[in-house]
């Protein structure tokens, strides 16, 4: 019977290089556990970015969690305490709120504004690309032989990947800009407000609110307004937006000794 303690086995073989035994260790764990690593993960990389690149880094960050976080949202598992599945995604998303309120705090609004706009442009740029990837003629059976016969079910592999449903990125797209540029403004209205005090009160109440706009639009304009068959609202509002609303509050509660730690991690050069 699988025991917690394997995730120190799964996370030896990620460090070995054996991807096959650490994904084959992790998917006989429980997905509470793997969740809960995950997200300890994510924040402590945060940190670590921010140290080693200072702002720049948590703008590598961001545009490669906002890529991420858009792919991770296809896989969909199954909690013991929710009665249906749920997509992932949650964890990276909400870890940029996180990245967006540290640069708010220690660099200002205007290097957290242009945080938003880069990571948006990355994975513009990222879906392009792979847009063009997929667009190039795969090979057929007789071009690929026995010898690359291994690379014909690739092409359906991006495409189910890669291959964007038009509504769901839009809405996402609306939703991300809404709901970042929302908490950065949010922040610093709680900031005055407060004299920059209580940064555990600004960091959890404006990525608490934010990520209810997040999830309001995003719903919103995926399943009714851009929905050839659009759900009744109360379908929307308790299934999509609220379904897994508490792990985002959950998420925010948790990151609040990591924006505190941040001030220890910033580069040796930053002028506070």
């Not at 006989?28 to 702002?55: A, Y």
């Not at 961001?62 to 991420?68: D, G, N, P, Y």
């Not at 890669?162 to 908490?183: E, G, H, K, V």
Request: with cysteine; net charge neutral.
């Amino acid at each position: 019977m699988s025991s917690p303690l394997n995730i120190f086995e799964g996370l030896y073989q990620l460090f070995s290089l054996n991807f096959d035994g650490f994904v084959t260790t992790f998917n006989n764990i429980p997905i509470e556990f793997t969740w809960f690593v995950f997200l300890l993960i994510v924040f402590l990389s945060i940190l670590i970015f921010l140290k080693f690149f200072g702002e720049v880094g948590l703008y590598v960050y961001t545009s490669i969690a906002v890529i991420a976080a858009n792919i991770q949202v296809l896989k969909i598992v199954k909690f013991s305490f929710f009665a249906e599945p749920v997509a992932l995604g949650t964890i990276l998303f909400a870890s940029i709120f996180l990245c967006t309120d540290i640069l708010a705090e220690y660099y200002g609004g205007n290097s957290a504004r242009k945080n938003i706009l880069i990571s948006f442009l990355g994975f513009l740029l990222m879906t392009i690309l792979m847009l063009f990837t997929i667009g190039f003629k795969p090979l057929d059976k007789i071009t690929a032989g026995d010898n690359y016969s291994w690379a014909l079910p690739l092409q359906d592999n991006l495409l189910g990947v890669f291959l964007p449903f038009p509504i769901f990125f839009i809405a996402s797209m609306i939703a991300y800009l809404f709901s970042q540029f929302f908490d950065i403004w949010f922040f610093e209205k709680i900031s005055k407000f407060t004299n920059r005090r209580f940064l555990w009160f600004r960091n959890n109440f404006s990525t608490i609110v934010s990520s209810l706009v997040d999830n309001t639009i995003f719903s919103v304009f995926a399943w009714i307004i851009f929905n050839p068959n659009p759900l009744d609202f109360n379908t929307v509002l308790f299934t999509f937006i609220l379904g897994t609303y508490f792990l985002r509050i959950l998420i925010a509660l948790f990151d609040t000794p990591f924006i505190y730690l941040a001030k220890y991690f910033l580069p040796n050069n930053h002028n506070e």
